[in-house]
T-cell receptor, first 114, second 113 residues
Framework: DQQVKQNSPSLSVQEGRISILNCDYT??????FLWYKKYPAEGPTFLIS?????DKNEDGRFTVFLNKSAKHLSLHIVPSQPGDSAVYFC?????????????FGKGTKLTVNP | DAGVTQSPTHLIKTRGQHVTLRCSPI?????VSWYQQVLGQGPQFIFQ???????GRGNFPDRFSARQFPNYSSELNVNALLLGDSALYLC????????????FGSGTQLSVL
C-alpha cells in the first residue's frame, strides 16, 4: 500500500522552461512534506519542505505547493537548468508521531535538455 | 565539515551470510536513521536511533538489527541474507529527535548472490 505516490517516472523539459513534479498521498496524518533530489552514486539531498499548515513555500527557483483537500503536492522549478537533471523524491512524515520516519515516493527522473 | 559517511561503499555477499554496514553521522548530529532503497523504488525506512535508543522501526524482519554507539555512529546488521536484500542502504543523520530534514550519506550498495 503506497502512501506516497509519484505517478510520473520521468519528465523531460527544455532549459529555461518550468518543471512541475507531482506527488499524491493517502495518509491524512501526514503533516510535513519534503522534496529530495538524488544524483547517481550520491545520497538524496534535501531540497525544500512544507508544513501542512501552509499551502506554498518558496526557495529561489523552487516552489512547493500543497493542496491538503486533494492530498496533492507539487514542486515547481523555474527556470529549469541542466544541472537540475536528477531523480526527485517526494517524502512525507507524521511530525506529531515523534518519529523521523519519512515515507518516500518512487521518484521522478527529471531531464533538463540544453 | 564532513557529511554523513558510510562504509563500505560496495559489498558483495552470498545468500545466508551476514553483513554489517557502518555509518558516521555529521558531527554534532545525535540521530541516525537507516533506509533501504531497492532499484526503482524510493527509500524505505528501517530504523531510527537517537541517543543510543531505538526510536522507530520499519516493517522489516528480525534479521535486520541496528545499534548506535556513544559517539553516535551506527551499525546496521543483516543476518541470513536473501537475494531480495540486494539494495542501496542509506544512512541519514539529523541534529535532534523529530527533525524531518535528514542528511543522507551516499549509501552502501549491497549485492547478494
Amino acid at each position: 500500500d503506497q502512501q506516497v505516490k509519484q505517478n510520473s517516472p520521468s519528465l523531460s523539459v527544455q532549459e529555461g522552461r518550468i518543471s512541475i513534479l507531482n506527488c499524491d498521498y493517502t495518509n491524512s496524518m501526514f503533516d510535513y512534506f519534503l522534496w529530495y533530489k538524488k544524483y547517481p552514486a550520491e545520497g538524496p539531498t534535501f531540497l525544500i519542505s512544507i508544513s501542512s499548515i501552509k499551502d506554498k513555500n518558496e526557495d529561489g527557483r523552487f516552489t512547493v505547493f500543497l493542496n491538503k483537500s486533494a492530498k496533492h503536492l507539487s514542486l515547481h522549478i523555474v527556470p529549469s537548468q541542466p544541472g537540475d537533471s536528477a531523480v526527485y523524491f517526494c517524502a512525507a512524515s507524521d511530525l506529531q508521531g515523534g518519529s523521523e520516519k519519512l515515507v518516500f515516493g518512487k521518484g521522478t527522473k527529471l531531464t533538463v535538455n540544453p | 565539515d564532513a557529511g554523513v559517511t558510510q562504509s563500505p561503499t560496495h559489498l558483495i555477499k552470498t545468500r545466508g551470510q551476514h553483513v554489517t554496514l557502518r555509518c558516521s553521522p555529521i558531527s554534532g548530529h545525535k540521530s541516525v536513521s537507516w533506509y533501504q532503497q531497492v532499484l526503482g523504488q524510493g527509500p524505505q525506512f528501517i530504523f531510527q536511533y537517537y541517543e543510543k535508543e531505538e526510536r522507530g522501526r520499519g516493517n522489516f524482519p528480525d534479521r535486520f538489527s541496528a545499534r548506535q554507539f556513544p559517539n553516535y555512529s551506527s551499525e546496521l546488521n543483516v543476518n541470513a541474507l536473501l537475494l531480495g536484500d540486494s539494495a542501496l542502504y542509506l544512512c541519514a543523520s539529523s541534529p535532534i529527535q523529530g527533525e524531518e530534514k535528514l542528511f543522507f550519506g551516499s549509501g552502501t550498495q549491497l549485492s547478494v548472490l
